[in-house]
């Protein structure tokens, strides 16, 4: 079936580098995407969002780039700092036959090292 | 404040007993869901609901059932049926679009067995 996966696991920076997290997705029907932050033993909070029609979107220190050639979903995050440590999940809406619910990857946890 | 609360954030649960986990939304959003997390894996569907007096299982129903009788509320209810119960519990809800949509997560609910 249809899956979302990630390349990394565990993502180490050093403060005040960039990070990428990158997750790779097999649904080329997926229109929407999306990024959540979870920190230990709480929810996810949205991070960024991308729709199909994009390639790029940008927050505050985030960006994320939408590769639909190759169905590659990055997060990047500038400037990172020690409170961006949590793991990060990327999801796709798996397109109308999955009823457009939100499919999530397993995760990256970042550490970021002061 | 609004948002979506989970109760209780812990919850211990007996053998061959039913445990019952609330959420409420005061977001006025149509859509409900609820996700099971197992350590260190990314979010699984158990159950949600695009309307009230209507739900759908997800991808691990079994051992599980849920109610919308209202609108803010979509309790879900771990049966004697669930044999490996333990887990983190998140509750989300989302705005009802032709698409894929945001989802906002509770704070979730952490189940063991005693």
């Known amino acids: 079936g249809e899956s979302v996966g990630l390349h990394l696991p565990t993502l180490s920076v050093q403060e005040g580098d960039n990070s990428i997290i990158n997750c790779a997705y097999s649904n080329s029907a997926s229109d929407y995407f999306i990024w959540y932050k979870q920190e230990s033993g709480k929810g996810p909070q949205f991070i960024i969002d991308i729709r199909s029609n994009m390639d790029k979107r940008q927050g505050q220190r985030v960006t994320v780039l939408l590769n639909k050639t190759v169905k590659h979903l990055s997060l990047q995050i500038a400037a990172t700092q020690p409170g961006d440590s949590a793991v990060y999940f990327c999801a796709e809406d798996g397109g109308m036959d999955s009823s457009y619910k939100l499919i999530f990857g397993s995760g990256t946890r970042l550490l970021v090292r002061p | 404040d609004g948002g979506i609360t989970q109760s209780p954030k812990y919850l211990f649960r007996k053998e061959g007993q039913n445990v019952t986990l609330s959420c409420e939304q005061n977001?006025?959003?149509?859509?409900m869901y609820w996700y099971r997390q197992d350590p260190g894996q990314g979010l699984r569907l158990i159950y949600y609901s695009q309307i009230v007096n209507d739900f759908q299982k997800g991808d691990i129903a079994e051992g599980y059932s849920v109610s919308r009788e209202k609108k803010e509320s979509f309790p879900l209810t771990v049966t004697s049926a669930q044999k490996n119960p333990t887990a983190f519990y998140l509750c989300a809800s989302s705005t009802l679009g032709s698409q894929g949509e945001k989802l906002f997560f509770g704070s979730g609910t952490q189940l063991s067995v005693l």
């Open positions: 977001l006025n959003h149509d859509a």
